[in-house]
Structures are given as C-alpha cells and as structure tokens.
C-alpha cells in the first residue's frame, strides 16, 4: 500500500540537551503534543542519556504537555537506572498537573 502523500509527518520535539559532569540537561520549549511524541521518545531513547548520573528537565519554556508526550518522559525515566536522580525544574502549574496525573512524581522531584 502505498504512502498517504498528503499524510503529515511527524513534528520534532522541542527538546535541546546538553551533557556535563554525568548530568543530562533536558531543556523544553514551546508545546510537547501528540504529533511530537514519537520524536520525543526516540530523542529519549538515546543511550547517552541512560548513562547519565541525573537528568535536570528544564520545562521552564515549555507552554503546554499533553498525556502522551508526559507518559513518554515516565516510560524514559522507568528505564533509567534506580540510582539515576530526575529533578523537574521551571514547570508550569498546567505541565505539573499533567506529569503529576502520569504519576511521574513518584520518579522524580518537582520543583
């Protein structure tokens, strides 16, 4: 069967990582929705990432997270090793509500 030619692809996350010192920072901006769910799992599922000793997910630009893109970052942050730390910092009251109902707060601090 042949492609949609009309069907959009998928939006990229607007997600910017830097690495330092074993701790990955994760900086967030704009919108995270369901068209950039599956570029924010596989940028997620980067083996760079599950070596660092804590994530820092900087949500301070990021406007608005739906379920799909929240259960993303809980699937990424359950695969990480137990000793690795997760610290949300900046959130919005919207984006807290939204990780908080994901239950992502039991993996990591929001600050």
């Not at 704009?30 to 940028?43: F, P, V």
């Not at 137990?82 to 109902?101: D, E, P, W």
Request: one cysteine or more; charged letters at 20%; aromatic letters at 4%.
């Amino acid at each position: 069967m042949a492609a949609d030619p009309h069907a959009e692809a998928a939006a990229p996350a607007p997600l910017s990582v830097t690495e330092a010192d074993g701790c990955a920072t994760l900086r967030f901006t704009g919108e995270l929705t369901a068209d950039t769910a599956l570029d924010l799992e596989q940028k997620l599922l980067d083996p760079c990432l599950s070596q660092a000793r804590a994530w820092v997910l900087d949500l301070t630009g990021l406007a608005h997270m739906d379920l799909n893109c929240a259960y993303a970052l809980l699937r990424a942050a359950v695969r990480l090793p137990r000793t690795t730390t997760v610290q949300v910092r900046g959130a919005r009251r919207n984006v807290q509500r939204t990780l908080r109902h994901t239950g992502f707060d039991a993996l990591a601090s929001i600050d």
